[in-house]
């Protein structure tokens, strides 16, 4: 959300149709669309940011991008536990950490120019 394409005025609302989480928070309607938390399509998008840049200008050899995702992921000291809630936790961890690491892959292999400095996970 940018001054651009987000009025002051319907920056509360915006906010909460960003976090509308199916099955926690209600889609939210503005401006005549439905919107709901951008994660649950596509938790990564560094394409837009990319191509605001390019469109601003930047050629891809300045633009450098810089990825902190916040997470927490923990693989077991053991190989096998006898909890399947445990099991099920620890195969979700590695599963997102994977995804993530997927999205980048693909950012990197989609603008093959811009410099992707620092990936921390």
Same mark, same amino acid.
């Given at each position: 959300m940018t001054e651009k394409n987000t009025p002051f005025d319907n920056l509360a609302q915006s906010c909460m149709s960003s976090a509308s989480i199916p099955g926690v928070f209600p889609p939210q309607q503005l401006n005549g669309y439905v919107f709901m938390d /951008? /994660?649950? @399509?596509?938790? &990564?998008? &560094?394409? $837009?940011? @990319?191509?605001? =840049?390019l469109d601003?200008? %930047? $050629? +891809?050899?300045? *633009? *450098?991008?810089?990825?902190?995702? =916040?997470? #927490? $992921? +923990? %693989?077991?000291? !053991?190989? *096998?536990e006898k909890n399947s809630m445990k099991n099920?936790? !620890?195969?979700? +961890? @590695?599963?997102? #950490?994977y995804l993530n690491s997927n999205s980048l892959w693909e950012q990197a292999k989609a603008y093959p120019g811009i410099n992707m400095r620092y990936n921390f996970q």
């Open positions: /951008g /994660g649950t @399509v596509w938790n &990564l998008n &560094l394409s $837009t940011a @990319v191509q605001q =840049c601003d200008g %930047f $050629t +891809s050899e300045n *633009i *450098i991008v810089d990825v902190a995702i =916040c997470g #927490y $992921t +923990s %693989f077991p000291e !053991t190989d *096998i099920w936790q !620890t195969a979700r +961890s @590695v599963r997102d #950490y």
